[in-house]
């Protein structure tokens, strides 16, 4: 599914979001605080977006299971003059191709409810990261504010799954992420995941009106 919608996804992710999936990479980057001399795994990395605006981390590696995400990736990465500092691998999140307390931070952008195993992508994630290392996790919420979360479930029942299927021509991808987002847990929950996972201080805050959660945790 994720190979099928390749080409269209990033156009889709602007387009879904008005723009405002830029901003909200942006604040999970920054979050890490990076300094210039760190190493970043990027996990579920898609067509590596997150990788190209980390421009603060020295060294990035990008991980992710569609060949054809990363391809896409690929180019943009050459186009950018990023493929010295930016290496995209096929790999699987539950069993990241990397050492032990390799990383000093990892991202994950809206793909972690797309993991079969979560909690496994989180101890994996946890098994990389040096201690004190940085994690920021973007994922989509629901709001609690009852105007705001009427309209958008209506936007993400309905409409967004129109405008997908219209733009991707894929039937069956833009109806499972609100369904995706429906199964995954809640914020409080995915927290909880993660500090059983090895990580210390976990936050959950929310974005746009809960419409996206930023988590932000440090390796324990």
């Not at 709001?143 to 405008?163: D, E, M, N």
Request: aromatic share 10%; with cysteine; proline share 5%.
């Amino acid at each position: 599914m994720f190979d099928a919608i390749a080409p269209r996804y990033d156009l889709l992710n602007h387009v879904l979001s008005a723009g405002i999936d830029r901003r909200w990479r942006a604040r999970a980057i920054r979050s890490l605080e990076l300094s210039g001399r760190e190493q970043l795994v990027d996990v579920c990395a898609g067509t590596a977006d997150v990788a190209l605006q980390a421009a603060g981390a020295r060294r990035i590696v990008g991980v992710d299971f569609a060949a054809a995400m990363l391809r896409i990736g690929l180019q943009k990465v050459k186009a950018a003059g990023q493929a010295h500092r930016i290496t995209l691998v096929h790999g699987d999140a539950i069993s990241l191709p990397l050492g032990d307390r390799t990383a000093d931070a990892a991202t994950v952008a809206f793909g972690i409810r797309n993991v079969e195993q979560p909690e496994l992508a989180c101890v994996e994630m946890a098994r990389v990261l040096r201690r004190g290392g940085r994690l920021a996790i973007l994922e989509f919420g629901v709001p609690r504010i009852p105007g705001i979360r009427t309209f958008y479930l209506w936007y993400f029942k309905y409409l967004l799954p129109l405008i997908g299927r219209t733009v991707s021509g894929h039937n069956a991808a833009y109806s499972y992420l609100p369904a995706s987002v429906g199964s995954f847990p809640p914020p409080a929950e995915f927290a909880q995941m993660l500090s059983r996972a090895g990580f210390a201080d976990v936050k959950a805050v929310p974005l746009t009106f809960g419409i996206v959660y930023l988590y932000t945790a440090v390796r324990r």
